[in-house]
């Protein structure tokens, strides 16, 4: 099916089901059907940016979203709605603005290991300038790191966190970060200047550059997460 495709339809596709969202066939479904192959490919990565946008902040609910998509699907097969152009120009009142994507993703703490690798996977592509070396997505390859542990000793070897600031931090995606999995294996729980040995040695570029940091602290984990949600408008954009 997707061969006479661009190949990014197929990509869309995948990310669609890596991220577990499935409420958007019948939309997917009516924009093979109606449009063009170039079209359907601008559809298919605005149909991306639109979930992620929505799993960050939180817009629409699941039966709200899913009623949207099948609004659009609608009137898609109706021929009310005939490119990308016009399908951007439908939900433009629907997607969730730059400002507000950019703000909750400065904010947002994930309790989904795949949605959690899946962002990290795509922010670590913008700090590379060609595509030869990806990270990736294999989880028996790479695992997900948090840098402030699930269980730190707060007396000793994280005293800059209480024990609601762990809560509130250890999930945030500035806290966390992707690794080789039998690396991570072997730093666990382990102090900042312990993991750091392991982080100099990594090969992807967003775990090695928390080497420059002499502490780790909320303002760190803020900072970091603010430079993601920078970069986070960019990926998942409205421009087709």
Excluded at 74 to 85: E, F, P
Excluded at 91 to 99: C, E, G, S, V
Aim: charged share 30%.
């Amino acid at each position: 099916v997707w061969t006479d495709y661009p190949p990014n339809c197929k990509e869309h596709i995948k990310t669609l089901l890596e991220l577990q969202l499935y409420q958007n066939r019948p939309l997917l479904l009516a924009i093979l059907n109606k449009f063009t192959k170039a079209d359907t490919e601008k559809a298919f990565k605005l149909i991306v940016s639109w979930s992620v946008r929505n799993l960050v902040t939180g817009t629409s609910g699941t039966g709200t979203l899913e009623k949207e998509f099948s609004n659009q699907a609608k009137l898609i097969n109706d021929g009310k709605i005939k490119s990308a152009l016009e399908f951007k120009n439908s939900i433009a009142d629907l997607i969730p603005t730059d400002d507000s994507f950019k703000k909750q993703f400065a904010l947002i703490t994930i309790s989904k290991n795949y949605i959690a690798r899946y962002y990290l996977s795509e922010l670590e592509k913008t700090y590379h300038t060609t595509r030869e070396q990806e990270t990736s997505k294999n989880i028996s390859i790479i695992s997900l790191e948090h840098i402030l542990p699930e269980s730190p000793n707060l007396k000793k070897e994280w005293k800059n966190f209480t024990e609601d600031q762990h809560k509130s931090y250890y999930k945030r995606v500035g806290n966390m970060t992707l690794m080789d999995k039998k690396m991570n294996s072997q730093q666990k729980n382990s102090s900042l200047s312990d993991k750091k040995l392991f982080y100099e040695k990594s090969e992807v570029l967003i775990t090695k550059a928390i080497t420059k940091y002499q502490d780790w602290t909320t303002t760190s984990i803020e900072k970091r997460q603010e430079g993601f949600a920078q970069r986070a408008v960019d990926i998942w954009d409205l421009k087709i």
